[in-house]
């Protein structure tokens, strides 16, 4: 009976136990594009770049994974890791005392903090003095990430031998964030697009009413703040419906909300007279509102 075919995952994860920290590299890079929230594909991508000697990008994009999965020990023992190996023995400490705290029993943990020469008591209790403490610096291989795959029942890699210390990453108890679905990103696109669509009018309140709030009054105030309200909802809603249907990614979506806030800028000038120098107003402001209505649409679902 043949075998499955092998998922993209698992073809990174296998490249990177083979050595091949270009090729994982390139797989995993791939595949974050397409959701860069999946947390087993930042971890293993992590681990690739420390591999490859980027130690700058394998700690980002550990820090990323960790934030997606915050309860994850593995994770935050390959962070550790590196920390070490880019020379931040500090923060190397932190990471490895946060993965004792999330499994007591981590090995490599406990072995990273033996070779700081801290005592993993303060994180793990359970853990004796007796044990041997190495002061020489550690080679990459005496120090090894946590490069076991995840546990893919129908393929050769979940029979990985796990005698080098790493945990088993096991995708039945570990978090895993996925991106949101169709139904799910518009209503964030629309209900979020309300909200944040409100810091336009807040800021365009509050300069009607430093040059034009004693011709029109307070009833003339009052009735500017429903139009601006109701119209700068509808901005905010119809981009980030527009985001929520292309399912855009992070450059497309500031190029739609600076679109936007172009032709507000434009109509605010044409209609308004308003002045040029207010193109900067509507470019950061409109930043502002377009990152943050993105950040809500694509923001992870974790089961």
């Not at 594909?41 to 490859?52: Q, T, W």
């Not at 120090?143 to 796990?162: C, G, N, R, W, Y």
């Not at 807040?202 to 009052?222: D, P, R, Y």
């Not at 990614?249 to 500031?254: F, L, P, Q, S, V």
Request: charged letters at 10%.
């Amino acid at each position: 009976m043949s075998q499955p075919a092998e998922t993209p995952l698992e073809t990174g994860a296998r490249l990177l136990q083979q050595g091949d920290a270009e090729g994982a590299i390139q797989q995993l890079m791939a595949l974050v594009e397409v959701n860069p929230h999946d947390m087993q594909a930042l971890g293993y991508l992590g681990v690739a770049f420390a591999r490859k000697g980027d130690y700058a990008a394998s700690i980002a994009t550990l820090q990323r994974a960790s934030r997606i999965a915050p309860e994850d020990s593995t994770v935050s023992h390959n962070l550790a890791v590196a920390y070490f190996h880019a020379g931040q023995p500090a923060e190397a400490r932190v990471a490895a005392e946060r993965a004792l705290v999330l499994n007591p029993v981590h090995a490599g943990a406990r072995q990273l903090l033996e070779r700081l020469g801290a005592t993993p008591a303060a994180a793990d209790p359970t853990w004796s003095s007796s044990a041997t403490v190495v002061a020489d610096p550690a080679p990459l291989a005496a120090l090894p990430f946590d490069v076991t795959p995840a546990t893919f029942p129908a393929s050769e890699l979940s029979q990985a031998a796990t005698s080098s210390g790493g945990l088993l990453m096991d995708a039945s108890t570990a978090p895993v964030a996925q991106a949101p679905g169709i139904g799910a990103r518009l209503l964030r696109g629309w209900g979020w697009g309300l909200v944040y669509g409100q810091y336009w009018t807040a800021w365009n309140l509050f300069w009607t009413l430093v040059w034009q709030g004693s011709k029109l009054g307070v009833e003339g105030m009052a009735i500017t703040s429903v139009i601006m309200a109701l119209f700068f909802a509808f901005c905010g809603s119809t981009l980030g419906l527009l985001m929520a249907i292309t399912n855009a990614r992070e450059g497309t979506a500031m190029i739609m909300t600076l679109a936007v806030g172009l032709g507000l800028f434009i109509l605010e000038l044409t209609v308004l007279g308003g002045s040029p120098i207010n193109f900067f107003f509507w470019f950061f402001t409109s930043r502002f509102v377009g990152t943050g209505i993105f950040n809500k649409v694509q923001e992870p679902v974790v089961k």
